[in-house]
Every structure is written in C-alpha cells, then in structure tokens.
C-alpha cells in the first residue's frame, strides 16, 4: 500500500488514546490506535504509531529470501537521504530473541525525538519478557544514523528505570 494520505484523531474524552489513519492510493486504510501517553505534537503521535504499525506489520516476517535465510546480522543498511523534510532519518535496531532486526529508517524531528521513541518501545519490550526464558539483560534497542555508526543503546535497566517513574508518577507503564 502505497501511503498519500495520514489523519490523526485527539481523544475528546480526556482519555489518552490517538487513532493515526494511514490512507493508500486504492482507499485502503489502516487505522493505528496509540494509547497511554500524553503527546504534544502531532508529529510524536505520528512517529510513535509508524512505529507500532512497522513492528506489527513485520513481527516474525521476513521481508525478502535473504532475509528469510539470514541469522538475523544484517551485512548493511542502506539509506538514500540521511535528512528529509521531516528531520534526520534514523535506523532502529530490536533485540529479538536471540537476535535483532532492523526497522525500516525513520524520519524524526530530532535526535532527541528518536530517543524517546526507542525509550518508548524499549519499556513496551519488557512486558514481554520472560524470566527464565529470556534474558532479563543487555541492549533491547539501539539507534544508529543513516550511515549506520551507532549513536545510542536503550538497555533493560534504564527500560526498567523509565517503566518504574512513569508508574512512579501515576501514568500507565
């Protein structure tokens, strides 16, 4: 689906759940709801719902043969721009598992923009962690530049310490 139209609802009930629409060119929709978090431009709502839909969209799938066949070390990211309209372009990589996958690069207004978000996603990893099974250390999410050089690491201790003041605080974790 080719994207050419996004739309974003602001709850109206004092709730904190955003709809994001993304609209294709065959009026095709697909509607992401983003809930828990108080965002204050639209452009936070729209990068954090980009994300959720791309982790979605590609949870457990491979997107080519090569990926399909690959142990999940990727030998490069390649990216056209390493600035768009929108800000820097930035490339998340996810602990899964064993291994990691690399999202799609992303447009985002700042470096800072893009550290909240992996914060974000990284403190939503730990829900599904298992004691025992998984482990409870390490890097969940790292943030790299368009030319690859890695530029930050979310780990498990500061997901956790990031889970624990949102709760600290009252909001949902």
């Known amino acids: 689906m080719q994207i050419v139209r996004t739309e974003i609802s602001r709850p109206t009930d004092g709730r904190t759940v955003f709809e994001v629409l ?3 060119d065959g009026d095709e929709c697909v509607s992401v709801r ?10 936070a709502i729209l990068a ?10 590609s949870f457990g799938l491979a997107a080519n043969e090569y990926d399909a066949e690959s142990n ?6 390649a990216v056209t721009a390493a600035q768009s309209e929108e800000g820097a ?10 291994g990691s996958r690399l999202l799609p ?9 893009a550290r909240a978000e992996a914060l974000r996603c990284a403190v939503d990893m730990l829900v599904d962690l298992e004691p025992g099974k998984d ?15 890695l530029l930050c690491v979310i780990d498990v201790e500061e997901a956790d310490a990031a889970r624990r003041a949102t709760e600290a605080n009252g909001l949902p974790g």
């Open 22 to 24: 993304f609209c294709g």
């Open 34 to 43: 983003v809930a828990g978090q108080q965002f204050e431009a639209d452009e």
């Open 48 to 57: 954090r719902a980009r994300t959720l839909l791309l982790e979605t969209a």
């Open 72 to 77: 999940g070390n990727f030998d490069e990211v």
């Open 89 to 98: 372009v930035y490339v998340f990589e996810c602990r899964d598992g064993e």
């Open 105 to 113: 690069p992303s447009s985002m207004a700042s470096f800072e923009a």
């Open 135 to 149: 482990a409870l250390t390490g890097w969940l999410i790292r943030i790299r530049d368009a030319g690859g050089e």
